[in-house]
């Protein structure tokens, strides 16, 4: 089939049996990495209840989420309580920025961990404590993000897609606020750490409004645990790519799994991998279009590549966060990275005409900077009509709290 070749049949799969229920833990620590790893030691955890400046700040804050909870009678006012303003914010970090000096232990939890696990890679020209303080403003930005765009209704960048799930004026979502916060503010009152009933809240609403997207088939490994094997046999001197992207596409019907132009697109895809010059395919796409779907992308292709080609199962990796382009390349570096592909090896990445001049343009780029403040590869060029290769960029395990969904 010609990669740009059209059909109009669209393939219906019953969509297997899923948990859509997702521990707030494990959205905790995909999106807030490093909040998630100061709560869990107990030495930090302890060490907190030393420093006068925590005590301080969490008096001062827990007492305006306390009188918001008395005092409020709209969501805006408890939005408003629960955003960590800019003043908080200097506090904070003024506090986190003494725990560092002070505690040995802090200093070699930021060398050890959490500069090493790449998720705050923008930050890595920085000391280790100006490293620390810029992953814990990233994640209080993260939080703030969450009220705006959940309790608010403002500043996302794709509401079409990923807005709240009910009304955020009505009183109904005003009055399961207000019971979740009473809730949270009994569960956190006894932390010495910092935000910890902002943080908390703020998964909450995540969970209230189900998106939960984040934590959806993590870890990776149980997904693509034979293609992870298969990896560490590959003679990758035989290959000219280490893997092709396929860009996923959501339909627009509630009740329809699989979109024609994903069909296409994975018609494409396999063709050249019979050729031999990727040992896997990539299937790249979340939980997306239409508003609050049930089916995944990336799952739905990887079932038609099955079914119809009878591609095994260790030759695809599955990649099924993205909501974006953005996302479907910054996400498959993940999955290359931390698993150790050869990185000096292009991805090849396929889609459809119109989408692969988005893709080489400018304007993509700019989008980049826009959602994402950086570039996650190096020298994207076309390869043919509906083919464009690139180079990863480790840049790419940058956590993005300002995309809770797919982070």
Not at 73 to 85: H, M, P, R, T, W
């Amino acid at each position: 089939m010609n990669a740009c070749s059209t059909n109009k049949n669209i393939i219906v799969h019953n969509y297997d049996t899923f948990n859509y229920s997702i521990k707030s833990s494990v959205l905790k620590e995909r999106i807030f990495y490093l909040l998630n790893a100061l709560a869990q030691s107990p030495v930090i955890r302890q060490e907190t209840n030393h420093i006068e400046a925590f005590y301080q700040f969490n008096k001062k804050q827990n007492g305006k989420i306390i009188a918001a909870e008395n005092n409020c009678n709209d969501i805006i006012c408890l939005a408003n309580a629960l955003e960590i303003d800019s003043l908080e914010m200097k506090e904070s970090c003024e506090a986190l920025g003494e725990l560092y000096r002070q505690s040995a232990f802090v200093q070699r939890f930021v060398k050890n961990k959490i500069r090493p696990s790449g998720y705050y890679a923008l930050s890595n020209q920085f000391s280790d404590s100006l490293l620390f303080i810029q992953a814990w403003k990233e994640q209080v930005d993260g939080i703030n993000y969450i009220f705006n765009a959940y309790l608010k209704n403002k500043g996302l960048h794709y509401p079409q897609a990923d807005s709240a799930s009910y009304n955020t004026k009505s009183p109904a979502y005003y009055d399961s606020i207000k019971f979740l916060l009473h809730r949270i503010l009994v569960e956190t009152k006894k932390s010495s750490l910092p935000c910890q009933t902002n943080v908390a809240m703020a998964l909450a609403i995540l969970q209230l409004n189900k998106r939960n997207e984040a934590g959806r088939f993590i870890p990776l490994s149980s997904v693509n645990k034979n293609a992870y094997k298969r990896e560490r046999r590959i003679k990758w001197q035989q290959y000219k790519y280490s893997a092709i992207l396929v860009f996923g596409a959501g339909h627009g019907e509630r009740d329809i799994a699989f979109s024609p132009i994903n069909k296409v697109r994975c018609d494409s895809a396999v063709a050249l991998y019979q050729k031999g010059i990727a040992p896997f395919l990539i299937v790249s796409g979340g939980f997306v279009h239409p508003f609050q779907t049930k089916y995944c992308e990336a799952m739905e292709m990887k079932k038609y590549m099955m079914r119809q080609y009878h591609i095994p199962s260790n030759a695809i990796l599955l990649e099924p966060h993205a909501r974006h382009t953005t996302t479907n390349i910054r996400n498959a570096n993940r999955i290359l990275i931390e698993n150790h592909f050869p990185l000096d090896k292009p991805v090849l990445g396929v889609s459809s005409e119109g989408h692969i001049d988005y893709i080489v343009g400018d304007q993509f780029l700019k989008v980049f900077h826009r959602d994402m403040g950086y570039v996650p590869f190096t020298h994207m060029q076309r390869v043919s009509v509906c083919e464009a290769s690139y180079m990863p960029a480790i840049a790419s395990l940058q956590i993005n709290s300002l995309e809770p969904l797919d982070p």
